[in-house]
């Protein structure tokens, strides 16, 4: 019995730090990085690469996450709208995530090292910048951006953990993912409209307004398709790969025409659902091109 109560509450644990973390968003970035690193190799990379490549991409974002809630307990705490969440209510204490924090580093630091010497260096200096998007929120509406640019970190990095070098092109795919991010993270905070104003929390809607925050929105995702295009030409691809950036688009544009910031189930498929399954389209679409239709 004692055995099995260990059981439950270990898995418990497991299941709240998952949800802390929200672990399915991992498909934002994943995507991205695989195609970057397929690009990268001309094929598909070796499993070393491939496995501590993942491993530090959910190293880094799992700390990032985790850091996020741990910075934000206080304003999450007093929104209506995230006071349910795991550290305002108190369900894992602060020391815990702490915890978290700095094995989740500590992984993706050895992952790193594991894949090659310019990963391994250039880790601390991704450990700053994925933690310090916390903070933006305080002084500019550029936090969407900042959001974009440091999940975009994993298909650059992705790139760099095959080639060990820099190159033009994970730059490209990094741009495509801190735009498309940054869109529909500035669809997910008009619902904070009033609070961020508020309590003096900078964002792209509560600075610019409603309606002018999802035109910038829609003009970062327009951006974001011609990038798509761009590689396309760039990388050579084929037919199939545009088929993949036109479902894409047509998604893009579906997520632009049901936003409603007061019904919260419809803000969650516009800014999360629609976006998992857009990301999955062009990784399979690409891959699919890349490797049978080319």
């Known amino acids: 019995m004692v055995i099995i109560n260990a059981f439950k509450t270990t898995a418990l644990k497991l299941k709240m730090f998952s949800e802390l ?122 936090s969407h951006l900042y959001l974009g640019f440091v999940i975009a970190s994993a298909p650059i990095g992705a790139w760099f953990a095959v080639t060990g070098s820099i190159a033009f092109t994970p730059f490209v795919i990094g741009t495509v993912v801190m735009l498309w991010i940054a869109g529909f993270d500035i669809i997910y905070g008009t619902q ?37 295009l761009f590689l396309f030409l760039w990388m050579d691809m084929g037919w199939m790969y545009l088929v993949g950036i036109g479902i894409a688009t047509v998604l893009l544009m579906t997520e632009h025409r049901i936003i409603k910031p007061t019904n919260r189930k419809l803000m969650k498929v516009a800014s999360y659902n629609l976006n998992q399954v857009i990301s999955m389209v062009i990784l399979l679409c690409t891959l699919t091109d890349y490797f049978f239709v080319r």
């Open 192 to 228: 904070d409209i009033d609070f961020d104003r508020r309590h003096g929390l900078w964002s792209i809607p509560s600075f610019f307004g409603l309606e002018n925050a999802l035109r910038i929105a829609r003009g970062l995702h327009f951006i974001m398709v011609l990038l798509l």
């Open 21 to 142: 973390v929200m672990f399915s968003h991992t498909l934002f970035s994943l995507p991205f990085a695989v195609i970057s690193m397929v690009w990268a190799a001309g094929g598909w990379p070796s499993g070393h690469m491939m496995l501590w490549g993942l491993i530090a991409l959910i190293g880094a974002r799992n700390g990032a996450n985790a850091f996020n809630r741990l910075v934000d307990r206080t304003f999450d705490g007093q929104n209506p709208r995230t006071a349910h969440r795991h550290l305002p209510q108190r369900l894992l204490a602060e020391k815990e995530v702490i915890l978290f924090i700095i094995i989740n580093y500590a992984v993706f630091i050895v992952a790193s090292g594991m894949l090659n010497l310019l990963c391994l260096v250039l880790s601390p200096v991704a450990i700053v910048l994925i933690s310090t998007y916390s903070y933006t929120k305080r002084f500019t509406f550029l």
